[in-house]
T-cell receptor
Framework: DSGVTQTPKHLITATGQRVTLRCSPRSGDLSVYWYQQSLDQGLQFLIQ???????AKGNILERFSAQQFPDLHSELNLSSLELGDSALYFC?????????????FGPGTRLTVL | AQSVTQLDSQVPVFEEAPVELRCNYS??????LFWYVQYPNQGLQLLLK??????LVESINGFEAEFNKSQTSFHLRKPSVHISDTAEYFC??????????????FGTGTKLQVIP
């Protein structure tokens, strides 16, 4: 158990809908990262937050947004969903955002868009 | 820009045989390198990392990786694999983004299948 929790575990929805994925980092970790893992694209970095502030952006679509709240939990919002958004979404946390920090991954949320 | 190449998408190996999972990287700065492992239906977890010092790093479950600067490689090895090592292994490189924060780039992963 990494100490990172993600809810829900599974999510099935329809195209055009909007969903919110939730992540609680390990106690004491200030950085949260979001990743998308799919069969065709592998593990893609989406976005990083540090203590409530956005710090890095990866291959995140404009239909997707995220935020980190004062209690350090984070939410990833996916809107206007398409079939291609079906994937595993992982949240990871680390103590800070420094180079060399180990990232601790949650168990993931499996999103299926029908 | 940094990148990571894992040439082998799948590596089948018999139980108790040795294995090497290859990783090559490119980076414009001094590198920090990681191997993460993903067991079936789980998230990734750190296996080992190289930050500085000895170029040979070891994990608690018998894996080791050697940082080779001249060949820009960080191959993962184990002298004798076990069924429980069946998993997907990701190599990653860490850089600093323009804001001074860590940016980690993952490779495409290598699925290790240990055959009884």
């Amino acid at each position: 158990d990494s100490g990172v929790t993600q809810t829900p575990k599974h999510l099935i929805t329809a195209t055009g809908q909007r969903v919110t994925l939730r992540c609680s980092p390990r106690s004491g970790d200030l950085s949260v990262y979001w990743y998308q893992q799919s069969l065709d694209q592998g593990l893609q970095f989406l976005i990083q937050y540090y203590n409530g502030e956005e710090r890095a952006k990866g291959n995140i679509l404009e239909r997707f947004s995220a935020q980190q709240f004062p209690d350090l939990h984070s939410e990833l919002n996916l809107s206007s969903l398409e079939l291609g958004d079906s994937a595993l979404y992982f949240c990871a946390s680390s103590v800070g955002g420094a180079r060399g920090d180990t990232q601790y991954f949650g168990p993931g949320t499996r999103l299926t868009v029908l | 820009a940094q990148s990571v190449t894992q040439l082998d998408s799948q590596v089948p190996v018999f139980e108790e045989a040795p294995v090497e999972l290859r990783c090559n990287y490119s980076s414009s700065v001094s590198v920090y390198l990681f191997w993460y492992v993903q067991y079936p239906n789980q998230g990734l977890q750190l296996l080992l990392k190289y930050l500085s010092g000895s170029t040979l790093v070891e994990s608690i479950n018998g894996f080791e990786a050697e940082f080779n600067k001249s060949q820009t490689s960080f191959h993962l090895r184990k002298p004798s694999v076990h069924i429980s090592d069946t998993a997907e292994y990701f190599c990653a490189v860490s850089d600093i983004n323009s804001g001074g924060y860590q940016k980690v780039t993952f490779g495409t992963g290598t699925k290790l299948q240990v055959i009884p």
